[in-house]
């Protein structure tokens, strides 16, 4: 029972890491509260959820798309709502528009496909394993290693690939990195298209394991993106994965040995008594300023 | 090569550039000298992009390139090596290098490069695969330095190479600026070492508070009664 819990924890973690990311990497590079994270990745979940129900499209074929547009859309809403007010010193300016941002793709989301639950098609079989004890459903173990996959996809991605240095480059320094050559606005939109794929992966992950899908996993994934950035510490693909499998873990051993209307408000009080204790997050280093 | 005329910008409504003309032909090394606050950075900044003018003209090789941004006018041909040398302290000794030749697709002469520089300045070899953050001032200066020529650039722009560094690395320094000039690259460097700029460089200007208010041969102007009062403390 105990395996069984921590390995669903961990398989929520590894989805919840994948969310993460992209609304972590925004920040690493603008400083920006990317408010409408949840929305899009809530909106690529949708797309993939009326491709499969409406449409009957091939599910990998599926969650491409969804992917993709989930990516598209992040990087319009930079292109429109963030990009002129980069040079603004006051962030509170582009925090507004992002909130602006979220609430209009919100809006957008449940003219379309309402407020209520949707049942999500289920994509893959009901198989269940048996080994040291455990009952995982292969569904579960075919979730947690695509969203292994997907994240050590991206941090080779971010060690190897000239571009991948590039985005670090620019998240550590802007106007250095433009006198190196690196396209800063390009940069910057990858970021958001990358972010928002990864969202749209983990969005549609989570809604296969449990079968639903509905509008106000948007707004719950803004918040989970946030709270798991700021435990792990916020701006580091480490960070992101310690604080993804922390809250992923937390929220499925109170889900089930406490109660699942307990989850949430423990959860956050995890998350104010470790910043209590370690201000930047668990793996997150003091931000040096220039002396 | 570079040609600058009646060149006026700032940041904001605050402007820091009044109508400067300055030039540079090709293989020359020039220098830059002023006081704190007189503009040097804010030129450099202006002619590389980081900075948009407010008017005036910048050419380069024939070519205008005001308010192009900076991730061109570097692939056109200028590097600008920046104050307090800006490494990527989170990033290794190698991947500075390999940042600095971002956009050039001919990874065997980028090797090439690396290791040349690496020859040059043997202690980065050692240290390629350190967090650029964990060299000495001198180190980072260096790195920089290298970083900036990966581009293959025409023209370097070096603004304060000597800031901070102990005596010893500041000859090494210089010494390096003048074998790059010798290469037969174009140099314009900013110092507030006026002393050993103006013996390291060809021509020189001075400037106040946003102008130019001298011009002319290094040597005359280290001779200068005026440049040696004002600049080198010398009664």
Known sequence: MFLDVLFIGIMIGAIYTLVTIGYSMVYSILKLMNFAHGDVYIFGTFICYTLLGKYHINPFLAILVAAVMGGILASLVEIIAYRRLRSEQHRMISMITALGAAYVIQNCNELEWGNQVLDFPSILSAHTFHFFGMNIPLTQIIILSIAVGLIILFTVFLKYHPYGKAILCVSEDIPTASLMGIPINKTISMVYFIGGMLGVFGGILYSTSYNAVSLSMGFRGTIIAFTAAVIGGIGSLSGALVGGMFLGICENFIGVYVSTSYRDPITFLLLIIVLLVKPTGIMGAVEQSKV | ?235
């Open chain 2, 1 to 235: 090569m570079l040609k600058i005329h009646s060149l006026e910008s700032g940041y904001g409504k605050i402007q820091a550039l009044f109508g400067v003309d300055l030039e540079i032909k090709a293989g020359e090394i020039v220098a830059l000298i002023g006081s704190n606050g007189a503009g040097k950075t804010t030129f450099l900044k202006t002619v590389s992009g980081l900075i948009k003018a407010s008017s005036g003209n910048i050419s380069f090789k024939g070519q205008t390139i005001n308010n192009l941004p900076p991730e061109k006018i570097v692939n056109l041909g200028i590097s600008h090596v920046p104050e307090g040398r800006m490494v990527f302290t989170q990033r290794t000794v190698e991947t500075n290098l390999q940042m600095g030749a971002f956009g050039r697709k001919d990874k065997k002469a980028i090797r090439q490069d690396m290791e040349k520089y690496y020859e040059m300045f043997p202690i980065l070899g050692e240290r390629k695969k350190q967090k650029a953050g964990t060299l000495s001032g001198g180190e980072q200066q260096m790195l920089a330095i290298a970083r900036g020529l990966m581009k293959r650039p025409k023209l370097l722009f070096l603004d304060e190479p000597s800031m901070g560094l102990a005596p010893v690395l500041v000859n090494q320094i210089f010494k390096t600026i003048r074998e790059l000039n010798k290469t037969g690259l174009s140099i314009l460097l900013v110092e507030q070492n006026v002393k050993k700029a103006l013996k390291i460089t060809q021509r020189a200007y001075v400037i106040e508070l946003g102008k130019i208010v001298h011009q002319g041969k290094s040597a005359d102007l280290l001779d200068s009664e005026e440049i040696r009062k004002s600049y080198l403390g010398e009664v």
